[in-house]
């Protein structure tokens, strides 16, 4: 039974940073893993993804801003966010692939199967 589970999230002002991490349990030797988060009333999007060689790909609104790292002894996943804005807002889901189809530099909703119950980020 594969679960993810994240921790980190809060609340910042403007300019502050925030940690976010997700340890997952039931599987090992994990291919891509991400970070999705999904404002009030938008669609959920993707924000960072790593693959198991540490290679990560990000969202344009938040390049240079965040940094996502990965663990594979431990099973865990990352997001180092700096100079958050009020647009930052939303809930984050940590997110796997199991199957080993989510090629990882794709930030589509598609890719994992397995999610987090997400921890909310909120920047005023």
């Known amino acids: 039974h594969v679960q993810l589970v994240e921790s980190g999230g809060g609340s910042v002002q403007a300019g502050g940073s925030l940690r976010l991490s997700c340890t997952i349990s039931?599987?090992?030797?994990?291919?891509?893993m991400g970070w999705f988060r999904q404002a009030s009333g938008k669609e959920r999007e993707g924000v960072a993804a790593?693959?198991?060689?540490?290679?990560?790909s990000y969202a344009d609104s938040v390049k240079g801003r965040f940094t996502v790292s990965r663990d594979n002894a431990n099973n865990t996943v990352n997001l180092m966010m700096n100079s958050l804005k009020p647009e930052d807002t939303a809930m984050y889901y940590c997110?796997?692939?199991?199957?080993?189809?989510?090629?990882?530099?794709?930030?589509?909703?598609?890719?994992?199967?397995?999610w987090g119950q997400g921890t909310q980020v909120t920047v005023s």
């Open positions: 997110a796997a692939d199991t199957r080993g189809s989510w090629f990882c530099p794709s930030l589509s909703n598609d890719d994992p199967n397995y």
């Open positions: 790593i693959d198991s060689d540490g290679i990560a």
């Open positions: 039931g599987k090992t030797h994990l291919g891509c």
